[in-house]
T-cell receptor, first 111, second 115 residues
């Protein structure tokens, strides 16, 4: 079993839809949770991060962490074609630990 | 501030050859990590260097090696290339400035094709 699992998609939604992206993990020691976005032919870039359990909101994006269920989510409201990308969850145990990435979910937002 | 740069951007090699990839981190960043990205396996951690020392290592064979220079630039070497080494190799730098989440700033990657 991989440490971090993520539905690879592809996920295709109409413009304006609410998108839900999810990851599950097996190691309860993870404390820092991040979402990266990767456009085609580019390296990933950090979108959001959360420490421990809870919610965090940034504009149209909301990140949720449920440590009891070992489950994290990223919600995108009012999705735009420019949100079309691959979304990777990432996590680590301590700030100096290696970052473990999920395999990524490919998202297409259709105008 | 200039971003992470990687050279070359594209590379074609044949089985059995070796290859060296280069990464220049963001100015002031002392941590450099390398990742292999493939459609089947996703983004897999190779190793991380900090102040010229390997700090973390992933589960890759010894054919994969790296080093970091005093100016924080890093190189990754793959010897005796195999077809399965075809992938996008991404370099990421981090300042490790005390932030909790060790934000990785990625370069555009080197696309390696092994024939």
């Amino acid at each position: 079993q991989k440490e971090v699992e993520q539905d690879p998609g592809p996920l295709s939604v109409p413009e304006g839809a609410i998108v839900s992206l999810n990851c599950t993990y097996s190691n309860s020691a993870f404390q820092y949770f991040m979402w990266y976005r990767q456009y085609s032919r580019k390296g990933p870039e950090l979108l959001m991060y959360t420490y421990s359990s809870g919610n965090k909101e940034d504009g149209r994006f909301t990140a949720q962490v449920d440590k009891s269920s070992k489950y994290i989510s990223l919600f995108i409201r009012d999705s735009q074609p420019s949100d079309s990308a691959t979304y990777l969850c990432a996590m680590l145990k301590t700030s100096y630990d290696k970052v473990i990435f999920g395999p990524g979910t490919s998202l297409s937002v259709i105008p | 501030k200039a971003g992470v740069t990687q050279t070359p951007r594209y590379l074609i090699k044949t089985r059995g050859q070796q290859v060296t990839l280069s990464c220049s981190p963001i100015s002031g960043h002392r941590s450099v990590s390398w990742y292999q990205q493939t459609p089947g396996q996703g983004l897999q951690f190779l190793f991380e260097y900090f102040s010229e020392t390997q700090r973390n290592k992933g589960n890759f064979p010894g054919r994969f090696s790296g080093r970091q220079f005093s100016n924080s630039r890093s190189e990754m070497n793959v010897s005796t290339l195999e077809l399965g080494d075809s992938a996008l190799y991404l370099c990421a730098s981090s300042s490790l400035s005390g932030r909790d989440y060790n934000e990785q700033f990625f370069g555009p990657g080197t696309r390696l094709t092994v024939l």
